[in-house]
């Protein structure tokens, strides 16, 4: 059966207006709780399945060649070292927990699915990413171990994103709770009067995006040439992605890309463009026959890693706040962590949630690409 578009100005006109689309969704709550992310895909799935759009087209794979690593370094180029600072001891024990627990219950699951799914072994390292960093980071890893788009659609469509902005005014309400975990922040601790409202409007100047866009290609360039010459066949896109994070974390130490806004916004607006690529590529006929195990697979990692979490976090005694957070910017991203904190009124934690959100999503490529390797070496796959 035909498709009603399928010329590369008509699909690139249906990709932006999905994107645009699903950010303005973002000022209604049902849409705040999914993501744009999520939302961008969701469309996507639609679109593909009701024959709008083709399945496979080729101007997918163009914008998954130039750019997904450019949207990757550009993102990281938000990742400031001195914002470490404000974190204190809770905040980085919780961290360490989620990303912990994330990678041990991935490869224990690992050797178990692993050998069952069509590359299981690929698939541990990306979910390790979308619970280190979000759907992005299951993306970057993907294009990492080279993922066919097959599994990678499969992988997004079996993604699982939980909702926890009612969770702060649950904690706060449920007295079993606050029996279970007495760890908490005082209401005057949480105060801090001064945080700016989140998703106000930005001012941007349209050399800071000619310049995100010069270093994010850049370093996509360069990183691309090095590891194809450095690296074997089997690995070099592994270590692109790796030598990627780490090159665009240096630079965004520099005080001239430090002045530089929008780079959250604009690396968000790249993968989302990708991301509305990666729903076209979900056939529900077909996942729903296949990929039964991958989701099982995402659902018990999910259940396994959080409760591992709490474990550790309740042992150590840490407030409940910092738990919270931890998870959500582990799970979703920096952003939305900080969108939990804003719900529950926890105005002292806003920039707190952001920081935690932005070193989880950095970490996750390297524990993602460490994961993959380990299953596969477990699996001898």
Known sequence: MGTLISSTQG???????????SLWLQKYKVCRSLGPVLTVVVI??????????????????????YCVQAGISICLLSMNVTELKKLNKEPVIALVSAIASVCVVAIVLGMIFAPRIIEGWKCAGMFVGTYTGGTPNLTAIATGVDCSRETLA???????????????????????WNKLWPYSFKPEELDDGETEPLMADKKWAIKDIAWLLTIGFGVAFVTTMIAQRIFPDTFWKAGRLLMVTTVSICLAQLKPIKKLRGNLDLG??????????????VDLQQFIG????????????????????????R????KYEYVLLSMVGCIVDGPTASLTAAGGNWKSLINVGLIMGVIAGACGNY???FVAYIVKAICGL
């Open 44 to 65: 996507g799935i639609v679109l593909s399945n009701t024959h709008i759009v083709p399945i496979s087209h080729e101007l997918y794979d163009s914008i998954s060649t």
């Open 367 to 369: 524990v993602g690409i």
């Open 268 to 281: 968000l607006f790249i993968s989302l463009c990708f991301l509305a690529t990666i729903g076209f590529a």
């Open 290 to 313: 296949s990929a039964f195990l991958m989701t099982l697979y995402v659902f018990f990692m999910l259940v396994g890693c959080t409760l591992l979490h709490f474990l550790i976090c």
């Open 315 to 318: 042992l150590f005694k840490i």
């Open 11 to 21: 699909l690139l006109f249906v990709i932006l207006l999905m994107v645009a689309f």
């Open 154 to 176: 499969a992988a997004n469509a079996a993604d699982y994103v939980v909702a926890m902005f009612a969770a702060p005014a649950f904690f706060k309400a449920s007295k079993k």
